[in-house]
């Protein structure tokens, strides 16, 4: 079983801060890309940022300037911190992981149950 178990969120005014983490537990053998996604009311799921496991990153134009995604590849965690938010940045932000699994080596990508962003005006 593989988890990705994220925290962070919150109610923050326009132009606040706030730091999401997500933890990949399980039967992990490798992880590659981690990544950031969100979901706003009404709207479809959209990709944030994404990182690799070197570091390389790719963001939405929307956030660029603003978020930053962050991995500890020993920790199997990654990081995103949101400076400068704003109210359209409000949605349930899912970490998103594709993992190799210890037993059978399978390749799957993963979903944390997500966590709710709520930037006020």
């Known amino acids: 079983q593989v988890q990705l178990v994220e925290s962070g969120g919150g109610l923050v005014q326009a132009g606040g801060s706030l730091r999401l983490s997500c933890l990949a537990r399980?039967?992990?053998?490798?992880?590659?890309?981690m990544g950031w996604y969100r979901q706003a009311p009404g709207k479809q799921r959209e990709l944030v940022a994404i990182?690799?496991?070197?570091?390389?990153?790719n963001y939405a134009d929307s956030v660029k300037g603003r978020f930053t995604i962050s991995r500890d590849n020993a920790e199997n965690t990654v990081y995103l911190q949101m400076n400068s938010l704003k109210p359209e940045d409000t949605a349930v932000y899912y970490c998103n992981a594709n993992v190799q699994r210890i037993v059978g080596g399978i390749w799957s990508n993963y979903w944390g149950l997500g966590t709710q962003v709520t930037v006020s005006s």
């Open positions: 990182i690799t496991p070197r570091s390389t990153t």
């Open positions: 399980g039967s992990i053998g490798s992880i590659n890309a």
